[in-house]
């Protein structure tokens, strides 16, 4: 059973960063994929950033160059470095395990095959 529980939302002006942190406890460091999301209101969980356990990192389009994904195995933590903000990251953010991972697939950038999720932190960029 994988758990997961994130922090470090909060409040920034535009052109800011925050470092948000997923505590994981239950997954398989040797095989995974990890993932981070995020949600606003009316609209479908979007995908950030996705790391396995390859060393492979994929980010959306609207995050490249700005956020950077990282997971610390000797403290089973999870971070999302994200700078530049903007008010279009305003959004819950979400830290989810897909597990199993199967070989021979690239973490994905979408929810489906993530099982295990956080309860989510916010982040808000003010203009």
């Known amino acids: 059973q994988v758990q997961l529980v994130e922090s470090g939302g909060g409040s920034v002006q535009a052109g800011g960063s925050l470092r948000l942190s997923c505590a994981a406890s239950?997954?398989?460091?040797?095989?995974?994929?990890m993932g981070w999301f995020r949600q606003v209101p009316g609209k479908e969980r979007e995908g950030v950033a996705g790391?396995?356990?390859?060393?492979?990192?994929r980010y959306s389009d609207s995050v490249k160059g700005r956020f950077t994904a990282s997971i610390d195995n000797a403290k089973n933590t999870l971070y999302l470095q994200m700078n530049t903000l903007s008010p279009e990251d305003t959004a819950m953010y979400y830290c989810?395990?897909?597990?199993?991972?199967?070989?021979?697939?690239?973490?994905?950038?979408?929810?489906?095959?993530?099982?295990?999720w956080g309860q989510g932190t916010p982040v808000t960029v003010a203009s």
């Open positions: 989810a395990a897909f597990s199993p991972f199967p070989y021979g697939l690239t973490c994905p950038l979408r929810t489906g095959g993530y099982t295990y």
């Open positions: 790391m396995d356990s390859d060393g492979n990192i």
């Open positions: 239950g997954y398989n460091k040797r095989r995974y994929c």
